[in-house]
């Protein structure tokens, strides 16, 4: 119930247009058996200007969520309307500790 999860990560991000759009970037958990995604950073996400080149995001953060098994990975609110279809990998490690 008290290990701290924390983690980094790197994505690559792009979209099909060319007027940039806004995504809030941060590592996330979810409950294993599925439900709500929630920001290991809390409200200290990173704000992420996504254009139509391919740029490298990363985001690093740390949390108790508490005793239960997790999915942990890079999350995105997508705060415009362009679909973000030109991402092409994520690559990141999730540490925990006592």
Do not use: K
């Not at 940039?20 to 704000?47: E, I, K, R, T, W």
């Not at 362009?82 to 540490?95: K, M």
């Amino acid at each position: 119930a008290g290990q701290r999860l924390t983690g980094a990560a790197a994505a690559e991000l792009a979209l099909d247009i060319t007027v940039p759009q806004s995504v809030q970037m941060d590592l996330c958990y979810q409950p294993a058996a599925g439900g709500p995604l929630v920001n290991l950073s809390g409200d200290d996400f990173a704000l992420v200007e996504v254009t139509a080149i391919r740029r490298t995001s990363a985001v690093v953060a740390t949390a108790v969520p508490g005793a239960g098994a997790w999915n942990v990975g890079v999350c995105l609110l997508h705060l415009g309307t362009a679909v973000l279809d030109h991402n092409h990998r994520v690559s990141g490690w999730v540490q925990v500790t006592n």
